[in-house]
């Protein structure tokens, strides 16, 4: 049926175990078997904070299956009054920083005091996806078997567009599920920065005390969007050249102008290993969010990011439809040939292109 | 006819002198009347660097006539196998920086040393572009008399995506026309940085000594796209600031990941006014391209901006036939309702959307 086990797996709707990234046929066959729950199980389960449920929802809103999609869209027209609640945290770092760790530590953090936290993965490289799930339990064996947080992996073999889309609804699903911290995780090292930072209400960069090797592969631009920056694993040795890389990053982001509402990021040190400066990074992170609900920004913010979705949802459907079409594609081919040879202008390329598409529009 | 005496200007075509903001009735009809020159008339006369002629293919390249259109089309195709042979450098900077003096001055120590320079402004705000003519002259008096530089004012009215189309396409002609330095200049505080980013080869930013209300003007961003700052006013009692304000960014950009080529951006003082630190800032620059040059990095960034540019105006134009859709426009309205009182997903609204509209190929 399925090309693959993936692809297969994101189809089927009755999935109770999401880590699972492979079934064996008597497992498909139970899922394909299990009664079919309705519109209304979901939503009242995921109210109740049904994490199975929640689990399957997510299921259903990372499906390609239209079908699945329409249920998926009327689950969330349901949640949609219960969600919105939530802190939306989003963590990058290039791998080798930690990252699984500190989401470990301060995941933890946050369920001794009392939050809900679900953690989500943006980019199919992130650490909660990487691997098996046997890697990712691994990883983040204690806040796995919290029964306060989840944990959900971004599903693979999808664009990055098509899995950002996909984590905003299930930030939603999370949301309506009771969950008050949602971290978005994200590898630091492509597109989906620019993604996660725009649905989020926080960023976090994770980074490291040497200021050398390790900044290659960060993209370039990301230090802007980060909200503050954490000098992971400040301990051991490290502690001096820590402190060292705190004083320069702080003085670094003075010079850069101020977000806007006023936000000068901050700089912190922390060792998610010995569970050292996790609660100042909460604490910093907290007032952020007061002062922001006080000035209205958060909820300014937050409407000015659903107004983004909106419209980028829609560009990157209009831009599909366009490339992904059969004449488009050989003149486009044609097209940059003529370009590289400097044959023709990018403004002629383009006319003749767009001339292959009318309007439109019905 | 026209609604108003810019539009008029740009779809007349014979219009000889390009700094002419209004023309009265008996110009209009000497316009008119002027026998309208021929497509290898204008190739041959920029070619030869006929100043005139060259302002007369800006204003075509500008036009919102399709007749007009068609014909610059053809003189860039012309022109193109003379194109691509100039160093394109773009200047950014917030009002009350010295921008128009930094680039007065700078053009004179190009010219000076036998360089022919074009100067082009992208945003209607840029200096260059501001107020009348008469104030672009009081602004920079020596190089608009020198007969080695040509200053083009940005075509105000227009949205900056086709600022920017133009700004491409008129740096096409003015290369052909022989000038070998492109300086494109923006205001840096809006949309138009990455715009101008994506058509250099390298980005000046320039900044005064103060790190503090200066900055809260500038685009959060632009410090990353910025091959050199250059810290200007650097005269009289600035002078000492400006030093500690480049060792402050020097430092800086150094924690900073070094740009694809590998470059750290540098930092350096000027004073545009007293001319000095003009020529380090050129030789900096020249130093920079010839580097590019070796490494084959100067051609691959002019290739790679090219595609984009083809892309850019694809995405562009598909956006706007869809978003100035009368059905679109009005639904859009409705949906953005909904998405401000939480009654729908982002992804539910566009999806709605995107439904009136169908492939649209033929």
Not at 161 to 174: D, F, M, N, P
Not at 270 to 285: F, H, Q
Request: charged share 25%; aromatic share 6%; glycine share 6%.
């Amino acid at each position: 049926m399925a090309k693959n086990s993936k692809s297969n797996l994101s189809e089927k709707e009755g999935v109770s175990q999401p880590e699972t990234t492979s079934a064996n046929s008597a497992e498909k066959i139970k899922i394909n078997r299990r009664k079919q729950a309705s519109i209304e199980d979901y939503v009242s389960k995921i109210l109740k904070g049904d994490i199975t449920f929640l689990s399957r929802a997510i299921t259903l809103v990372e499906s390609t299956n239209k079908k699945h999609l329409q249920k998926a869209n009327s689950i969330l027209d349901a949640c949609l009054p219960h969600a919105n609640k939530s802190i939306r945290i989003g963590i990058t770092g290039v791998p080798g920083v930690g990252k699984s760790t500190f989401i470990e530590t301060f995941g933890k953090y946050l369920t001794n005091i009392g939050k809900k936290v679900a953690v989500l993965a943006v980019d199919p490289s992130s650490s909660i996806n990487k691997g098996s799930i046997l890697g990712d339990k691994t990883r983040m064996e204690q806040l796995v078997t919290d029964k306060n947080a989840f944990i959900r992996p971004s599903p693979s073999g999808t664009s990055l567009g098509g899995v950002a889309q996909k984590t905003r609804e299930s930030i939603i699903l999370c949301e309506a599920a009771g969950f008050d911290t949602i971290i978005i995780e994200t590898v630091g090292v492509g597109q989906s920065e620019t993604v996660v930072h725009s649905m989020v209400d926080f960023f976090l960069l994770l980074k490291l005390s040497g200021a050398g090797d390790e900044l290659q592969g960060i993209k370039r631009g990301i230090i802007e969007m980060a909200d503050a920056i954490i000098i992971n694993k400040a301990d051991g040795d490290n502690i001096k050249n820590a402190k060292i890389a705190k004083v320069e990053f702080s003085r670094a982001l003075h010079l850069y102008p101020p977000k806007d509402n006023g936000w000068i990021p901050k700089t912190m040190i922390a060792s998610a290993l010995n569970n050292k400066g996790i609660d100042e990074v909460y604490t910093m992170i907290s007032e952020y969010i007061q002062q922001a609900k006080l000035t209205q920004y958060f909820e300014k913010k937050r409407a000015y990011q659903s107004k983004n979705w909106l419209f980028s949802t829609i560009e990157e459907e209009l831009k599909k439809r366009f490339y992904e079409n059969t004449e488009v594609k050989k003149l486009l081919d044609e097209e940059i040939k003529k370009l590289e040879q400097s044959k023709t202008t990018p403004f002629n390329a383009a006319d003749n292109l767009l001339k292959l598409s009318t309007n439109g529009l019905k």
